[in-house]
Structure formats: structure tokens, C-alpha cells
């Protein structure tokens, strides 16, 4: 399995494939909870419970909000390379279809900017999100 930048999408993925090809000294990985992750709510709540935020987001109102906190908490790390993995994201997607796609614009967004040199003062990182 090749892991590159930005959005991977595919019912073929196994969560120990992904492990597998995401273990290198210079890389984090993320798994979302295998279940719950349902609509705007679980989704923060999950990312609350599994990433480094800065500056935390108690609340679920503000996708931007979010998407600043976990940028600042990627961008603190000293890796290059960050996958995040969400497994059965199928099931948001149709539980709430408008939570769902706004999700995938925060990781999008995040895979971009967290590689942009300027963005992060010259540390750059890789970011694959995986979609199971």
C-alpha cells in the first residue's frame, strides 16, 4: 500500500495494512473510532479524545474552530508525516451527509495547508487520510 499526501479513499483497505505502510520513525497515526462516528457530535467528540489540539475545542459549533485546533496540534509535532485513519466513515456519510462532507473539506484543507512550507515556517508535513 503506497500512503501519499492528502485524501485516500477505498472498501479495500484494512486498518493493519494501513499500520503497516504508515510505520516509519518519522510518522504519527490517528485512528478514529471503528464506531460512533456518526454525525457532527461524535465526530468532534472523536477528535477531541485522539488528537493533540491547540488550543482545545470544548464545544461542537465551530468546524473552523476545529480545524484551527487540530492544525496547531499537528503543526507542534516533530514528525514529517501524519496519517489519520477512519475507519467505517461510510457511516456518517449517510447518517448526516452535510456533517460528512464538511469533515472531508476540514481534512482536505488540513493535508494542504499542513504541507504548505510558508504555512508551517519551513516544517512541513505529510498528511494521508485514509477513508475505510
Same mark, same amino acid.
Given at each position: +500500500?503506497?500512503?501519499?499526501?492528502? #485524501?485516500?479513499?477505498?472498501?479495500? $483497505?484494512? !486498518?493493519?495494512?494501513?499500520?503497516?505502510?504508515?510505520?516509519?520513525?518519522?510518522?504519527?497515526? $490517528?485512528?478514529?473510532?471503528? #464506531?460512533?462516528?456518526?454525525?457532527?457530535?461524535?465526530?468532534?467528540?472523536?477528535?477531541?479524545?485522539?488528537?493533540? #489540539?491547540? &488550543? &482545545?475545542? $470544548?464545544?461542537?459549533?465551530? @468546524?473552523?474552530?476545529?480545524? =484551527?485546533? %487540530?492544525?496547531?496540534? !499537528?503543526?507542534?509535532? =516533530?514528525?514529517?508525516?501524519?496519517?489519520?485513519?477512519?475507519?467505517?466513515?461510510?457511516? +456518517? *456519510?449517510? *447518517?448526516?451527509?452535510? =456533517?460528512?462532507? %464538511?469533515? %472531508?473539506?476540514? @481534512?482536505?484543507?488540513?493535508?494542504?495547508? #499542513?504541507?504548505?512550507?510558508?504555512?508551517?515556517?519551513?516544517?512541513?508535513?505529510?498528511?494521508?487520510?485514509?477513508? +475505510?
Amino acid at each position: +500500500m503506497n500512503l501519499r499526501q492528502g #485524501l485516500q479513499s477505498g472498501s479495500g $483497505y484494512r !486498518i493493519e495494512e494501513v499500520l503497516a505502510a504508515a510505520s516509519r520513525p518519522d510518522t504519527v497515526v $490517528y485512528l478514529l473510532p471503528e #464506531l460512533g462516528v456518526r454525525d457532527r457530535e461524535s465526530f468532534f467528540e472523536a477528535v477531541r479524545e485522539r488528537f493533540p #489540539l491547540d &488550543p &482545545p475545542v $470544548y464545544s461542537s459549533y465551530s @468546524w473552523d474552530a476545529l480545524e =484551527d485546533s %487540530i492544525w496547531g496540534g !499537528i503543526d507542534a509535532l =516533530d514528525v514529517a508525516r501524519v496519517v489519520i485513519i477512519w475507519p467505517q466513515s461510510r457511516v +456518517m *456519510a449517510e *447518517a448526516a451527509p452535510a =456533517d460528512f462532507e %464538511i469533515a %472531508i473539506s476540514v @481534512w482536505e484543507d488540513l493535508a494542504n495547508s #499542513l504541507n504548505d512550507k510558508e504555512a508551517t515556517v519551513g516544517r512541513p508535513k505529510e498528511v494521508c487520510v485514509v477513508l +475505510m
